[in-house]
Protein backbone atom coordinates (compact mmCIF):
# COMPACT_ATOMS: atom_id res chain seq x y z
CA UNK A 1 0.00 0.00 0.00
CA UNK A 2 1.13 3.28 -0.64
CA UNK A 3 0.33 6.00 1.63
CA UNK A 4 1.15 10.23 1.35
CA UNK A 5 0.42 11.34 4.96
CA UNK A 6 0.47 15.44 4.44
CA UNK A 7 -0.74 18.85 6.02
CA UNK A 8 0.15 21.43 8.56
CA UNK A 9 -0.42 18.80 11.54
CA UNK A 10 2.75 17.02 11.84
CA UNK A 11 2.53 15.16 14.91
CA UNK A 12 -0.56 13.33 13.73
CA UNK A 13 1.26 12.14 10.34
CA UNK A 14 4.29 11.12 12.49
CA UNK A 15 1.85 9.00 14.31
CA UNK A 16 0.45 7.81 11.60
CA UNK A 17 3.10 6.66 10.46
CA UNK A 18 4.19 5.16 13.76
CA UNK A 19 1.33 2.93 13.09
CA UNK A 20 2.56 1.38 10.45
CA UNK A 21 6.15 0.63 11.58
CA UNK A 22 4.69 -1.41 14.81
CA UNK A 23 2.56 -3.01 12.26
CA UNK A 24 6.11 -4.70 10.89
CA UNK A 25 6.58 -5.96 14.13
CA UNK A 26 8.40 -5.48 17.27
CA UNK A 27 11.16 -3.25 17.65
CA UNK A 28 13.69 -5.80 17.16
CA UNK A 29 12.20 -6.63 13.95
CA UNK A 30 11.85 -3.39 12.64
CA UNK A 31 15.05 -2.17 12.17
CA UNK A 32 15.59 -4.35 9.52
CA UNK A 33 12.79 -3.70 7.70
CA UNK A 34 11.98 -0.07 7.98
CA UNK A 35 13.86 2.19 5.92
CA UNK A 36 13.63 6.16 5.52
CA UNK A 37 14.65 8.31 3.26
CA UNK A 38 14.50 12.44 2.83
CA UNK A 39 14.02 14.33 -0.19
CA UNK A 40 18.02 15.80 0.11
CA UNK A 41 19.75 13.26 -1.69
CA UNK A 42 16.91 11.07 -2.53
CA UNK A 43 17.86 8.47 -5.17
CA UNK A 44 15.25 6.55 -6.91
CA UNK A 45 17.49 3.66 -7.20
CA UNK A 46 18.01 3.74 -3.36
CA UNK A 47 14.42 3.59 -2.70
CA UNK A 48 13.92 0.33 -5.43
CA UNK A 49 16.93 -1.59 -3.37
CA UNK A 50 14.97 -0.61 -0.22
CA UNK A 51 11.39 -1.00 -1.76
CA UNK A 52 11.95 -4.60 -3.27
CA UNK A 53 13.90 -6.54 -0.48
CA UNK A 54 11.94 -9.67 1.01
CA UNK A 55 10.99 -8.99 4.25
CA UNK A 56 13.33 -9.94 7.12
CA UNK A 57 11.93 -12.51 9.74
CA UNK A 58 8.61 -10.41 9.31
CA UNK A 59 5.81 -10.22 6.40
CA UNK A 60 6.00 -6.49 6.02
CA UNK A 61 8.52 -4.12 5.11
CA UNK A 62 8.26 0.07 5.51
CA UNK A 63 9.84 2.64 3.10
CA UNK A 64 9.13 6.30 4.44
CA UNK A 65 10.51 9.09 2.21
CA UNK A 66 9.74 12.70 4.08
CA UNK A 67 9.39 15.53 2.03
CA UNK A 68 9.53 14.38 -1.45
CA UNK A 69 6.60 15.63 -2.81
CA UNK A 70 7.09 19.42 -1.85
CA UNK A 71 10.70 19.16 -3.45
CA UNK A 72 8.89 17.84 -6.76
CA UNK A 73 6.27 20.97 -5.92
CA UNK A 74 9.46 22.84 -6.27
CA UNK A 75 11.17 21.22 -9.30
CA UNK A 76 9.94 23.60 -11.80
CA UNK A 77 6.97 21.40 -12.41
CA UNK A 78 3.93 22.24 -10.19
CA UNK A 79 2.68 25.16 -11.43
CA UNK A 80 2.52 24.70 -15.33
CA UNK A 81 -0.84 24.20 -16.92
CA UNK A 82 -1.35 21.55 -19.47
CA UNK A 83 -0.47 18.03 -20.75
CA UNK A 84 2.72 17.35 -18.64
CA UNK A 85 4.39 13.99 -19.84
CA UNK A 86 4.69 11.30 -17.39
CA UNK A 87 7.83 12.09 -15.04
CA UNK A 88 7.67 15.83 -16.28
CA UNK A 89 8.62 18.11 -13.70
CA UNK A 90 9.25 15.94 -10.74
CA UNK A 91 13.12 16.65 -10.16
CA UNK A 92 15.14 13.79 -8.32
CA UNK A 93 11.75 12.17 -8.59
CA UNK A 94 11.77 11.24 -12.06
CA UNK A 95 11.25 7.45 -12.63
CA UNK A 96 9.45 7.10 -9.02
CA UNK A 97 5.83 6.46 -10.10
CA UNK A 98 7.25 3.36 -12.56
CA UNK A 99 9.10 1.72 -9.04
CA UNK A 100 5.91 2.38 -7.14
CA UNK A 101 3.98 0.60 -9.68
CA UNK A 102 6.24 -2.27 -9.32
CA UNK A 103 6.51 -2.59 -5.69
CA UNK A 104 5.40 -5.77 -4.16
CA UNK A 105 2.41 -5.93 -1.97
CA UNK A 106 4.55 -7.00 1.05
CA UNK A 107 6.21 -3.14 1.02
CA UNK A 108 4.27 -0.41 2.50
CA UNK A 109 5.29 3.29 1.35
CA UNK A 110 4.75 6.16 3.79
CA UNK A 111 5.64 9.99 2.06
CA UNK A 112 5.38 12.21 4.67
CA UNK A 113 5.09 16.11 3.67
CA UNK A 114 3.62 19.55 4.49
CA UNK A 115 0.98 21.24 2.56
CA UNK A 116 0.48 19.54 -0.49
CA UNK A 117 -1.57 21.02 -3.41
CA UNK A 118 -3.99 19.00 -4.91
CA UNK A 119 -1.71 19.98 -8.23
CA UNK A 120 1.26 18.72 -6.99
CA UNK A 121 2.74 16.73 -9.95
CA UNK A 122 4.39 13.73 -7.61
CA UNK A 123 0.95 13.31 -5.79
CA UNK A 124 -0.89 13.32 -9.35
CA UNK A 125 1.42 10.62 -10.66
CA UNK A 126 1.15 8.27 -7.44
CA UNK A 127 -3.01 8.81 -7.33
CA UNK A 128 -2.70 7.58 -10.74
CA UNK A 129 -1.43 4.31 -9.69
CA UNK A 130 -5.24 3.85 -8.22
CA UNK A 131 -7.25 4.09 -5.58
CA UNK A 132 -7.03 0.71 -4.67
CA UNK A 133 -2.93 1.16 -3.86
CA UNK A 134 -3.18 4.54 -2.47
CA UNK A 135 -4.34 6.20 0.16
CA UNK A 136 -4.42 10.07 0.45
CA UNK A 137 -4.80 11.60 3.95
CA UNK A 138 -4.57 15.43 4.65
CA UNK A 139 -3.84 16.62 8.56
CA UNK A 140 -5.13 19.63 9.50
CA UNK A 141 -4.39 21.63 12.66
CA UNK A 142 -7.49 20.20 14.67
CA UNK A 143 -10.43 22.90 15.81
CA UNK A 144 -11.21 24.14 19.05
CA UNK A 145 -13.61 21.26 20.13
CA UNK A 146 -11.40 18.18 18.14
CA UNK A 147 -8.44 20.02 20.11
CA UNK A 148 -9.95 19.40 23.77
CA UNK A 149 -11.42 15.77 23.04
CA UNK A 150 -7.45 14.86 21.47
CA UNK A 151 -5.93 16.52 24.64
CA UNK A 152 -8.76 14.74 27.31
CA UNK A 153 -7.81 10.96 25.21
CA UNK A 154 -4.20 11.67 24.69
CA UNK A 155 -3.96 12.77 28.87
CA UNK A 156 -5.82 9.54 29.59
CA UNK A 157 -3.43 7.17 27.73
CA UNK A 158 -0.75 9.38 29.40
CA UNK A 159 -2.77 8.18 33.30
CA UNK A 160 -3.64 11.59 33.48
CA UNK A 161 -6.96 12.46 34.07
CA UNK A 162 -7.80 16.43 32.86
CA UNK A 163 -10.76 18.90 34.55
CA UNK A 164 -12.96 20.29 31.89
CA UNK A 165 -11.07 23.89 33.30
CA UNK A 166 -7.71 22.20 32.80
CA UNK A 167 -8.41 21.05 29.17
CA UNK A 168 -10.07 24.49 28.57
CA UNK A 169 -6.57 26.36 29.91
CA UNK A 170 -4.82 24.26 27.84
CA UNK A 171 -6.77 24.62 24.65
CA UNK A 172 -6.76 28.38 25.12
CA UNK A 173 -3.00 28.90 25.58
CA UNK A 174 -1.31 25.72 24.15
CA UNK A 175 -3.94 25.68 21.37
CA UNK A 176 -3.37 23.17 18.09
CA UNK A 177 0.38 22.64 18.35
CA UNK A 178 0.19 18.89 19.23
CA UNK A 179 3.90 18.52 19.88
CA UNK A 180 3.49 21.11 22.31
CA UNK A 181 0.45 20.03 23.82
CA UNK A 182 1.79 16.33 24.08
CA UNK A 183 4.68 17.60 25.96
CA UNK A 184 2.41 19.59 28.32
CA UNK A 185 0.83 16.49 28.56
CA UNK A 186 3.73 14.55 29.44
CA UNK A 187 4.58 17.44 32.33
CA UNK A 188 1.28 17.62 33.55
CA UNK A 189 0.45 13.27 33.97
CA UNK A 190 4.32 13.66 36.05
CA UNK A 191 3.22 16.14 38.05
CA UNK A 192 -0.28 14.69 39.42
CA UNK A 193 0.54 11.07 38.87
CA UNK A 194 -1.60 8.28 40.67
CA UNK A 195 -5.50 8.68 41.03
CA UNK A 196 -5.07 13.01 41.00
CA UNK A 197 -7.16 15.07 38.74
CA UNK A 198 -5.38 17.53 37.46
CA UNK A 199 -6.73 21.25 37.62
CA UNK A 200 -6.51 24.63 35.95
CA UNK A 201 -3.87 25.20 38.54
CA UNK A 202 -1.66 22.95 37.42
CA UNK A 203 -1.62 23.84 34.33
CA UNK A 204 -1.22 27.17 35.20
CA UNK A 205 2.12 26.11 37.68
CA UNK A 206 3.37 24.09 34.76
CA UNK A 207 2.45 25.49 31.38
CA UNK A 208 4.61 28.16 30.00
CA UNK A 209 2.34 29.25 27.70
CA UNK A 210 0.46 31.13 30.35
CA UNK A 211 3.25 33.73 31.04
CA UNK A 212 2.93 34.50 27.72
CA UNK A 213 -0.65 35.18 28.46
CA UNK A 214 0.13 37.52 31.50
CA UNK A 215 2.43 39.39 29.00
CA UNK A 216 0.21 39.97 26.42
CA UNK A 217 -2.09 41.48 29.05
CA UNK A 218 0.70 43.91 29.98
CA UNK A 219 1.27 44.97 26.49
CA UNK A 220 -2.47 46.10 26.31
CA UNK A 221 -1.91 47.90 29.56
CA UNK A 222 0.95 49.56 28.09
CA UNK A 223 -0.81 50.56 24.99
CA UNK A 224 -4.23 51.80 26.77
CA UNK A 225 -2.37 53.87 29.18
CA UNK A 226 -3.52 52.19 32.01
CA UNK A 227 -0.53 52.57 34.26
CA UNK A 228 -2.08 50.86 37.68
CA UNK A 229 -2.66 47.58 35.62
CA UNK A 230 0.32 47.42 33.93
CA UNK A 231 2.28 48.16 36.95
CA UNK A 232 0.38 45.35 38.64
CA UNK A 233 1.34 42.97 36.25
CA UNK A 234 4.80 43.70 35.96
CA UNK A 235 5.03 43.74 39.71
CA UNK A 236 2.87 39.96 39.71
CA UNK A 237 5.56 38.47 36.73
CA UNK A 238 8.50 39.77 39.00
CA UNK A 239 6.76 37.81 42.08
CA UNK A 240 6.82 35.03 39.36
CA UNK A 241 10.63 35.39 39.10
CA UNK A 242 10.74 36.86 35.47
CA UNK A 243 13.74 39.29 35.59
CA UNK A 244 13.19 42.95 34.16
CA UNK A 245 15.56 42.26 30.98
CA UNK A 246 13.45 38.99 30.45
CA UNK A 247 9.98 41.22 31.02
CA UNK A 248 11.00 43.76 28.23
CA UNK A 249 12.56 41.41 26.13
CA UNK A 250 8.90 39.65 25.76
CA UNK A 251 7.27 42.91 25.56
CA UNK A 252 9.50 44.26 22.90
CA UNK A 253 9.09 40.27 20.87
CA UNK A 254 5.44 41.27 21.17
CA UNK A 255 5.60 44.80 19.87
CA UNK A 256 7.55 43.35 16.88
CA UNK A 257 5.11 41.13 16.31
CA UNK A 258 1.81 43.26 16.50
CA UNK A 259 4.34 45.57 14.04
CA UNK A 260 4.08 42.83 11.96
CA UNK A 261 1.00 41.87 12.09
CA UNK A 262 -0.29 45.35 10.99
CA UNK A 263 2.05 44.96 7.93
CA UNK A 264 0.12 41.46 7.20
CA UNK A 265 -3.38 43.50 7.87
CA UNK A 266 -2.33 46.12 5.03
CA UNK A 267 -1.04 43.41 2.64
CA UNK A 268 -4.35 41.47 3.69
CA UNK A 269 -2.74 38.24 4.42
CA UNK A 270 -5.33 35.44 5.46
CA UNK A 271 -5.31 34.76 9.32
CA UNK A 272 -4.08 31.20 8.37
CA UNK A 273 -0.96 32.15 7.13
CA UNK A 274 0.07 34.55 9.81
CA UNK A 275 1.73 31.68 11.54
CA UNK A 276 5.11 31.13 9.40
CA UNK A 277 4.99 34.77 8.85
CA UNK A 278 5.17 35.67 12.46
CA UNK A 279 6.88 32.98 13.61
CA UNK A 280 4.14 32.02 16.12
CA UNK A 281 2.76 28.46 16.46
CA UNK A 282 0.33 28.74 18.89
CA UNK A 283 -2.90 29.55 17.70
CA UNK A 284 -3.32 31.79 21.12
CA UNK A 285 -0.43 33.72 19.88
CA UNK A 286 -1.27 34.20 16.30
CA UNK A 287 -5.41 35.42 17.78
CA UNK A 288 -4.26 38.03 20.24
CA UNK A 289 -1.04 39.69 18.00
CA UNK A 290 -4.37 39.93 15.38
CA UNK A 291 -5.81 42.19 18.16
CA UNK A 292 -3.37 44.24 19.18
CA UNK A 293 -2.36 44.98 15.72
CA UNK A 294 -6.04 46.28 14.99
CA UNK A 295 -6.28 47.88 18.08
CA UNK A 296 -3.37 49.85 18.45
CA UNK A 297 -1.64 52.45 15.87
CA UNK A 298 1.58 51.77 14.03
CA UNK A 299 2.96 55.06 15.91
CA UNK A 300 2.14 53.99 19.40
CA UNK A 301 3.37 50.60 18.68
CA UNK A 302 6.82 52.45 17.58
CA UNK A 303 6.89 54.72 20.49
CA UNK A 304 6.50 51.65 22.93
CA UNK A 305 9.68 49.74 21.04
CA UNK A 306 11.58 52.72 21.48
CA UNK A 307 11.27 53.12 25.26
CA UNK A 308 11.53 49.33 25.79
CA UNK A 309 15.12 49.58 23.76
CA UNK A 310 15.90 52.69 26.41
CA UNK A 311 14.53 50.39 29.14
CA UNK A 312 16.69 47.25 28.35
CA UNK A 313 19.65 49.15 28.39
CA UNK A 314 19.19 51.37 31.14
CA UNK A 315 19.01 47.99 33.34
CA UNK A 316 21.96 46.17 31.28
CA UNK A 317 24.48 48.86 31.94
CA UNK A 318 22.91 49.32 35.43
CA UNK A 319 22.11 52.75 35.22
CA UNK A 320 18.84 52.38 36.99
CA UNK A 321 18.05 49.37 38.85
CA UNK A 322 15.14 46.65 36.91
CA UNK A 323 12.05 47.78 38.88
CA UNK A 324 12.99 51.58 38.53
CA UNK A 325 13.41 51.14 35.09
CA UNK A 326 10.38 49.31 34.74
CA UNK A 327 8.20 51.93 36.53
CA UNK A 328 9.47 54.60 34.48
CA UNK A 329 8.86 52.57 31.65
CA UNK A 330 5.15 52.31 32.30
CA UNK A 331 5.14 56.10 33.55
CA UNK A 332 6.59 57.19 30.29
CA UNK A 333 4.43 54.91 27.96
CA UNK A 334 1.25 55.80 29.67
CA UNK A 335 1.59 59.68 29.47
CA UNK A 336 2.65 59.31 25.98
CA UNK A 337 -0.65 57.45 25.52
CA UNK A 338 -2.40 60.50 27.35
CA UNK A 339 -0.94 63.01 25.80
CA UNK A 340 -1.53 61.39 21.72
Same mark, same amino acid.
Given at each position: ?? $?????????? !???????? !???????????????? %?????????? %???????????????????????????????????????????????????????????????????????????????????????????? %??????? +?????????????????????????????????????? +????????????????????? !?? *???????????? /??????????? !????????? *?????????????????????????????????????????? *??? %? /?????? +?????????????? $????????????????????????????????????
Amino acid at each position: MI $YVFHGDDTFS !ANEAVAAL !AEAVGPPDVRAPNVSR %FDAGGFAVNA %FVGAAMVVPFLAERRLVVVQGLLEAAAGSGGGGRRGRRQPGEGLGAAAGLPQALAETPDFTDVAFVDGRVTLGNPLLREIQALGKERVEVRS %FAPLRRE +ELKEWTRERAARKGARLSPAAVDLLAEYVGPNLWAMDN +ELEKLAVYRSGEEVVEAQDVE !AL *TPSLRESSVFDL /VDALMEGRGDR !AMAKLQALL *TEGAGGPYLVSMVARQARLTALGQELLRLRVPREEWGPRIGA *TSD %F /VIRKTA +EQARRFPPQAVGAL $YRLLVEADLAMKSGERPDEVALAELVARVSSLRGGG
